[in-house]
């Protein structure tokens, strides 16, 4: 079975620019994933795009095809949602086309136009990816959802607030180097603890932005990288995804996240590594507390114990194991359809050494890339490794 | 009961609203007794087609909660409001938390179901009260 390898990325700045349209966002990061390939348009066999709420934000359906358009490409494309684990579960299938030798090249990525929706309006539209009648019609919100496992998780394990506010502190400071970020600002863990309350125990600072952005990843087969000389000394070596049932209150635990343990079990055999090869680690951190949950459920920390990794250090920049040295969804912003291909991007360039932030993992030959959706109803995982 | 902005009614969800008004409550058990909650014509546990309406039990416990100061716009009036899960047993179900100061809310509290409004847009939202 041939390696995928990450041939080239491009990244759009995270940030909020409500005039900017989705596929002006997602031409920028395909043009420049491409400059970075260095391979030509006319090469790709398919686009695999993610996005999650087109329908609200943009008045926008069947984006594959316009996003095609945008991207230059004659190719037929199609659009992959699947909240905000949409974009992973697009560089999941196209792992497996090119592995089996559908395709030797791929465009994957995936963009969102949030921030022109305004909080409430952008709060709404995330809250759809709860289940309608028996969650959002209780008054769920998408971080009230996220408070319930909080609340959940310090009632089984211990914890506090302060704990948490670690994470957001650590994944501000990893962010300073990354021009992509939406706030390149260190915050001290008195600022989480005196923000104003979302949806208790979180606050404002446990939260990630409301993000424009988009990201575009170009894959190829190992052939057709070789035949072409490419500059493409990571792959992709393993993938997994995982299921759980759509509503919180149907789960069996509330503080663990089992979709997530799935993805990373299946990816982990698939590239045949473990949790103690793993250097890095890019986790869908949309709240603080999904930072400890991922942390978890990829056997990185024991269960019960995530709690207390950024705050001991084991996660930070120095630590350990370094997570979201990108800043995270926290700091680096979460434009939700392209999350999943971003984190790909980051531990691609941090592997490579290419990233601001690679000196920190100057030996890392491993990286896992962790993207949820919803309350992790979705989850896919993506173990990275330096092959060249 | 026909949403009166839309004119689109949900069959089983409305119709456990009008029966839970009515206190009876009920939950789906499927032929192996695994519970879940309608509309569904499949058990999500075992595939069995099987699912009968049985009475949900008169009291849940709260498992967990969070009090939500930033709500979408269909709760704009409603904030703070407490959301919780409450475990019934065969069924858990995610409802807000009346007729309690939400500084008093803990886990462990028990609660019975009680069909309140939402003060922003006078829809039905499944609330829990203490017992
Ligand atoms: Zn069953």
């Given at each position: 079975m041939s390696n995928v390898r990450v041939a080239g990325v491009g990244l759009t700045p995270f940030g909020s620019t409500p005039e900017r349209t989705g596929r002006d966002l997602f031409a920028e990061a395909s043009i420049k994933a491409f400059e970075d390939s260095g391979v030509p348009r006319d090469d790709v066999d398919a686009l695999l795009y993610g996005n999650f709420m087109g329908e609200l934000s943009e008045h926008q359906g069947h984006q594959g095809p316009l996003m095609a358009e945008a991207a230059g490409i004659q190719a037929p494309a199609t659009r992959y949602e699947s909240a905000c684990a949409s974009s992973g579960a697009a560089v999941r299938d196209a792992v497996m086309r090119v592995r089996n030798g559908e395709d030797d090249v791929v465009l994957v990525g995936g963009a969102e136009r949030m921030t022109n929706l305004g909080t409430a309006g952008a709060t709404e539209s995330l809250a759809?990816?709860?289940?309608?009648?028996?969650e959002v019609r209780a008054g769920t919100t998408f971080p009230g959802a996220y408070a319930l496992m909080a609340q959940a998780y310090f009632d089984e394990f211990g914890g506090e607030h302060e704990d948490l506010a670690h994470i957001a502190v650590k994944n501000h400071e990893n962010a300073l180097t990354n021009d992509k970020a939406q706030y390149q600002r260190a915050i001290e863990v008195a600022d989480v603890l005196e923000a104003p309350q979302v949806s208790s125990p979180l606050g404002l600072y446990d939260a990630c932005p409301i993000s424009d952005g988009a990201a575009a990843v170009v894959l190829t087969s190992e052939e057709y990288a070789d035949e072409h000389d490419l500059e493409a000394p990571v792959a992709i070596t393993g993938t997994g995804q995982g299921g759980d049932r759509m509503a919180l209150h149907d789960r069996e635990h509330l503080a663990r996240s089992p979709a997530a343990r799935e993805a990373g079990a299946e990816a982990y055999a698939d590239a045949g590594v473990d949790a103690t090869d793993v250097d890095l680690a890019e986790v869908h951190d949309c709240f603080t507390i999904a930072e400890v949950l991922a942390l978890e459920a990829l056997d990185l920390e024991p269960i019960g114990e995530g709690i207390t990794a950024a705050r001991d250090g084991r996660t930070t920049a120095d630590g350990e194991t370094p997570i979201n040295l990108s800043g995270g969804l926290k700091a680096k912003g979460h434009p939700v359809g392209a999350t999943g291909a971003s984190q790909i991007a980051e531990v691609a360039k941090l592997l490579a050494g290419t990233h601001p932030n690679s000196s920190a993992v100057e030996e890392a030959t491993t990286g896992v890339a962790h993207n949820a959706g919803g309350t992790v109803a979705s989850a896919t995982v993506h173990v990275l490794e330096v092959v060249e | 009961m026909t949403d009166p902005e839309t004119g689109v009614q949900d069959a089983g969800f409305d119709d456990w609203l009008d029966a839970t008004e009515e206190g009876d409550a009920y939950y789906l058990e499927c032929a192996n007794g695994h519970g879940s909650l309608p509309p569904r014509r499949v058990c999500p546990d075992c595939g069995s087609t099987d699912l009968e309406e049985v009475p949900l039990p008169e009291t849940g416990v709260i498992e967990t909660f969070t009090v939500t100061h930033v709500p979408t716009p269909a709760f704009e009036d409603d904030a703070p409001y407490a959301t919780a899960v409450a475990d019934f047993g065969p069924v858990a179900l995610t409802g807000q938390v009346v007729g309690i100061d939400l500084d008093a809310i803990e886990t462990g509290l028990e609660v019975a179901l009680e069909i309140t409004v939402s003060e922003t847009t006078g829809k039905r939202v499944i609330g829990f009260s203490p017992v």
């Open positions: 759809i990816a709860a289940d309608d009648l028996w | -």
